[in-house]
């Protein structure tokens, strides 16, 4: 309690005696207030003159003059007034009532520096230090550890209440971090997504497939590569969850032996995969198929009546052994013809026919030897035959309608290779081909090998009937075949004409023979004098036929190896977004048949722009000799999404 002083301004009067004379008293000074000076309360004086005596004046109110000191502390007992300040601190002492804890110090009272550490306390709040609110602890701000020194409620004896706001045991965390990793809680405005576990926060790693977001990423545990697919091993359908690329559904690219959309294969492309961008460098070997080595020998046997000497003295076999330093790969067909059933042509009651496939180009010797030595000789009618025509169904396949009536007869027409819509019968007959014979291909009338060298080799004692030469003929579908249709049929095919001449006495069939391999380039050097200038047709005899057959297939493939060009070149024709940007080298020069195949290096760049869905385009390139293609293939580019 603090003590207030009152000062009462009076009139102060001298005392005077009955007869007006001074007495000692009124001849002292007046005191500023009764109790001014020790003693002054109980010396039973009036000292400021104001009537009022000792402990009657106001001025003595709390003096020690005027209350008992029944402890004898030196304090009055206290009487219910104002307390007793012994020390003039202004604030009384505890015992008068006050609240100055310390009456003997005046540094020590309420509201008192209370410096923490020095044993005292001097502001009188029951510690060492500030302790505004009273809980115990001293304020931080006096150097104490009560974070909150006006809530009692806030200090280091508290234990924490989480997310109410206060920081009630004065930690220094966040009151909204009850796992004390540094995260508050997700709830109240964190990223911790778990409060409850210290292992658990976004700056943790994540431990895949123990069931906890462990980063709290809000993924799945069981999706290590973030693509959205939980991995198969735990009951998800993602094949491999190490790479985020894959995924049911996900583009898989082709040949890179990933599958990247988990359907348990990887994706192939007969073509190339080129990113939007991207730069690529592929080589290609180019020529094969202009020659090879391969050669497919179709032997077209005239069987007229006078022909059954050399039809039984051809051996395919005896052939085939002898061409096995030429070239390892051959395959044979065999083929027949007599002349249209038409006329004084030929007939059809004796079996005669325009053309006949016997056997189709095969690897298989057995069934080309087969079908030549159950060959029959028919009658032929007049001395011309079918030759042309024989050759032409050989090459194209084309098949032939007699009295183009649209509707097939076994006795005078002749039936397609491949059964077509556009064929002499719309397509309504079974072709010849046989899908189940070993080797061969399917081209042209005799399944030819696009990477083999056609030879036919043509073998008759007759003159071949030819209508571009004014020869009579059917006039059936599509059309008569003459030398021009056969000569076109050969070059497209790049076929080489040999003839076997077997009239050993008037040599009736040289001159078209002749002909038709001057016409395809047919040209050997058969007399040994360095130049391409002969055509590989000889008169023969059965004895010497399959040899001379020999030495023509040999003198071919001599020749298809030392042809010169002066240059052959690579060039992509159809390239419609440029992504072919160099071909090295950009040509070759003075090449010969014998230096192929040739390697080429295509330099690739992405300029067909990505979107959303798997682009594709075909880029056409052309292998040229001397100006004319002689080789010509599709790339299939696909350009993977975004």
């Not at 809980?135 to 409620?153: F, L």
């Not at 790479?243 to 348990?264: H, I, K, M, S």
């Not at 023979?513 to 040209?523: I, K, N, P, R």
Request: hydrophobic share 30%; charged share 25%; glycine share 14%.
């Amino acid at each position: 309690m603090r003590l207030n002083r009152v000062i009462l301004a009076g009139l102060f009067t001298l005392g005077c005696t009955d007869d007006g004379e001074k007495t000692d008293e009124t001849a002292a000074s007046a005191a500023a207030y009764e109790g001014d000076a020790p003693g002054e309360c109980s010396d039973g004086a009036d000292n400021d003159r104001n009537g009022a005596y000792d402990c009657d004046d106001p001025g003595c109110a709390g003096s020690p003059d005027c209350d008992g000191d029944g402890d004898g502390d030196g304090d009055g007992d206290g009487d219910g007034g104002d307390g007793t300040d012994a020390d003039g601190d202004g604030f009384a002492s505890e015992a008068s009532g006050g609240d100055d804890c310390n009456d003997n110090d005046s540094d020590v009272y309420p509201g008192a520096a209370d410096p923490l550490g020095d044993g005292a306390d001097q502001n009188c709040d029951g510690s060492d230090g500030v302790d505004a609110d009273g809980d115990g602890w001293p304020s931080e701000a006096g150097g104490g550890q009560d974070c909150d020194d006006t809530n009692a409620g806030a200090n280091p004896g508290m234990g924490e209440t989480w997310y109410d706001g206060v920081d009630a045991d004065c930690s220094g965390g966040s009151d909204f971090d009850a796992d004390l990793d540094g995260h508050d809680y997700d709830v109240y405005g964190g990223d911790d997504c778990d409060d409850t576990d210290a292992d658990v926060n976004p700056s943790q790693g994540e431990v895949w497939y123990d069931g906890m977001d462990a980063d709290c990423a809000g993924d799945s545990d069981f999706d290590a590569d973030a693509d959205g697919h939980d991995a198969e091993e735990w009951g998800g359908d993602d094949c491999d969850d190490t790479d985020p690329l894959t995924y049911p559904a996900a583009y898989d690219r082709p040949d890179d032996e990933v599958d990247q959309d988990c359907n348990g294969d990887d994706r192939t492309l007969e073509g190339l995969v080129l990113d939007e961008g991207a730069t690529l460098s592929e080589s290609y070997t180019l020529g094969s198929t202009f020659f090879s080595g391969a050669l497919d020998v179709v032997f077209l046997m005239d069987t007229t009546g006078t022909m059954s000497g050399t039809i039984s003295a051809l051996s395919v076999a005896t052939v085939d052994s002898d061409l096995i330093t030429v070239t390892s790969d051959v395959n044979y067909g065999y083929a027949t013809f007599d002349d249209y059933p038409y006329g004084s042509f030929g007939y059809a009651s004796t079996g005669d026919t325009a053309f006949s496939l016997r056997q189709q180009l095969t690897d298989s010797l057995s069934l080309v030897q087969t079908a030549t030595v159950t060959t029959a000789v028919h009658y032929g009618g007049d001395a011309t035959e079918s030759g042309m025509e024989a050759l032409y169904q050989a090459l194209v396949g084309a098949g032939y309608d007699l009295n183009c009536d649209r509707l097939y007869s076994s006795q005078y027409d002749i039936l397609p290779f491949i059964e077509d819509p556009s064929d002499p019968f719309a397509g309504s007959e079974v072709g010849t081909y046989d899908s189940t014979t070993p080797g061969g291909g399917d081209l042209g009338g005799m399944g030819f090998r696009g990477h083999a060298t056609p030879i036919m080799v043509v073998i008759t004692d007759a003159t071949l009937r030819d209508p571009d030469m004014g020869d009579p003929t059917p006039g059936g579908c599509p059309l008569d075949a003459g030398s021009n249709a056969v000569i076109s049929a050969a070059n497209d095919m790049g076929a080489w004409i040999v003839g076997m001449d077997a009239d050993t006495t008037a040599s009736s069939p040289n001159s078209r023979l002749h002909y038709l391999a001057e016409q395809t380039g047919s040209y050997i050097d058969s007399d040994g004098d360095g130049a391409l200038d002969d055509t590989p047709v000889w008169v023969v005899s059965d004895s010497d036929l399959n040899g001379q057959v020999v030495e023509a297939i040999e003198l071919i493939e001599e020749a298809e190896r030392s042809t010169e060009y002066r240059q052959v070149r690579l060039e992509a024709v159809v390239d419609d977004y440029g992504l072919v940007t160099d071909i090295t080298p950009a040509s070759y020069s003075a090449v010969t048949k014998g230096d192929l195949p040739l390697d080429f290096d295509v330099e690739w760049t992405g300029n067909l722009t990505a979107s959303t869905d798997i682009q594709t385009t075909t880029v056409r390139f052309e292998l040229s000799a001397d100006g004319v293609a002689i080789e010509s293939f599709d790339v299939l580019v696909e350009v993977p999404p975004l």
